[in-house]
């Protein structure tokens, strides 16, 4: 039996009707996307960082770049004032015959995830495009029976999840996949069960596809289950879009910026989620793979700054500690 090590006592429940933005960020906003990579930063360095930056919350990244062993993770976070809101998985259930691979790989994540006192797994559907090369690997298009299978196949993870683990999916829409633009988004909220179905806002890809982000929140408030808070540049996005550049090749280009450099504007998003009083995680994500290991700190630093001088009193952010010495 796996011994439970959560990172810190878990945070006193809201009154009642109040909103919260539990604000945290994620190795992608050090430019990690793999378990394991070479232009990456350290997971020491990351979680130093992060901690520096005032940041209380964190996700756990691909599985593996974190220590998987519960008693090592935990004590690393808790000497950093760390805690853990989510891990991370993605699925293609799409396909025949995929339950077991996807669910072999949700396990393990939601093992590591329960034990250190999280709450969610993100859900994040396989792109079309290979992450790395941007090369094809499937059609842009669903069948009608790939459709369902994908809506009920998630449907029953959502499920799986909550009654083995204890935990609720959040599922993420993302740029190059079946779950992109705003119009999927919303077919795939009417195909799938709410209850065991939230949504990851993200609203830099959706902002990527010019989806409406407050419309969604508006529109769904019920389903806004988790916060992936990002930003595009609309204007690398607008060539994006006309020249079909890849995601891969995307991101360098610089498709998401720092705040509030970007689209969409993060203080309507606030007050949208204080007045439909919903307890959220809000964990910034700066997509920068690849990029030198010098860059996502200060950028950290200056959106967790960016984001506490918003004001909104349902924003719990953290402090800034020391920063850390300069590492190779």
Request: charged residues 20%.
């Amino acid at each position: 039996m796996t011994a439970q090590h959560p990172a810190a006592p878990a945070p006193a429940a809201p009154e009642p009707g109040r909103a919260r933005i539990r604000v945290g960020s994620a190795p992608d906003s050090w430019g990690v996307w793999f378990p394991d990579d070479p232009e990456q930063v350290p997971w020491q360095r990351f979680l130093d960082e992060v901690s520096a930056c005032g940041y209380e919350w964190i996700e756990l990244g691909p599985y593996g770049y974190l220590p998987t062993d519960p008693a090592q993770l935990s004590d690393e976070l808790a000497a950093r004032g760390l805690k853990v809101s989510a891990g991370t998985v993605f699925e293609h259930l799409h396909r025949p015959d995929s339950w077991d691979a996807v669910w072999s790989q949700v396990r393990d994540v939601a093992a590591l995830t329960q034990a250190m006192g999280g709450t969610h797994v993100v859900v994040i559907p396989d792109t079309f495009r290979d992450q790395k090369t941007g090369a094809d690997v499937e059609s842009r298009d669903l069948t009608p029976e790939q459709w369902t299978a994908k809506t009920t196949g998630v449907t029953q993870l959502g499920k799986a999840v909550q009654e083995e683990y204890g935990l609720s999916i959040a599922f993420h829409p993302h740029a190059e996949t079946h779950v992109g633009w705003q119009r999927d988004i919303e077919r795939f909220l009417a195909d799938t069960d709410p209850q065991y179905v939230p949504l990851c806002l993200d609203t830099g890809h959706v902002s990527y596809y010019r989806g409406d982000n407050l419309e969604l929140i508006n529109k769904y408030p019920e389903r806004i289950g988790y916060l992936h808070l990002k930003q595009v540049d609309p204007a690398v996005i607008d060539r994006v879009l006309a020249e079909d550049i890849t995601w891969a090749a995307a991101v360098p280009m610089g498709a998401m910026t720092e705040p509030p450099n970007g689209v969409p504007a993060y203080p309507p998003l606030f007050e949208a989620i204080e007045e439909h009083g919903l307890d959220v995680f809000a964990i910034v994500e700066h997509d920068l793979y690849p990029c030198p290991p010098d860059v996502p700190f200060p950028i950290a630093q200056r959106t967790h700054r960016y984001i506490g001088s918003c004001g909104f009193p349902s924003l719990e952010l953290g402090r800034p500690k020391n920063a850390p010495e300069a590492q190779a």
